[in-house]
Nanobody
């Protein structure tokens, strides 16, 4: 059974930085394309970033491109999301997700394409 556990969510001021982590267990993380999504109250789940199995490819949502960086360390079975220049509109629950499909930026920007999900971690940005 694959499990994803996010951590690192916190309260941060506008303009600050935060790094989220997602620990993968049950299978080696290199088996999966990994993604980050977020959901704010009353809004649909939004694509944030995705990374291919060995980190060769990344893809970002328009609202975070240039501010967020997704990375992974398969030796640690962990995926990261470095968030810089945070804005109040970044405030949401952030979810980590895993997909067994081959890499495709368009495909992996859709939350329906992921088989496994974490429980989420809250990011709060104060203005």
């Amino acid at each position: 059974q694959v499990q994803l556990v996010e951590s690192g969510g916190a309260l941060v001021q506008t303009g600050g930085s935060l790094r989220l982590s997602c620990a993968v267990s049950g299978r080696t993380s290199s088996n999966f394309v990994m993604g980050w999504f977020r959901q704010a109250p009353g809004k649909e789940r939004e694509f944030v970033a995705a990374i291919s199995r060995y980190g060769m490819n990344t893809y970002y949502g328009d609202s975070v491109r240039g501010r967020f960086i997704i990375s992974r360390d398969n030796a640690k079975n962990t995926v990261y999301l470095q968030m810089n220049s945070l804005k109040p509109e970044d405030m949401a629950v952030y979810y980590c997700a895993a997909s067994g499909a081959f890499w495709s930026a368009n495909y992996h920007s859709r939350h329906g394409q992921y088989e496994y999900w974490g429980q989420g971690t809250q990011v709060t940005v104060s203005s």
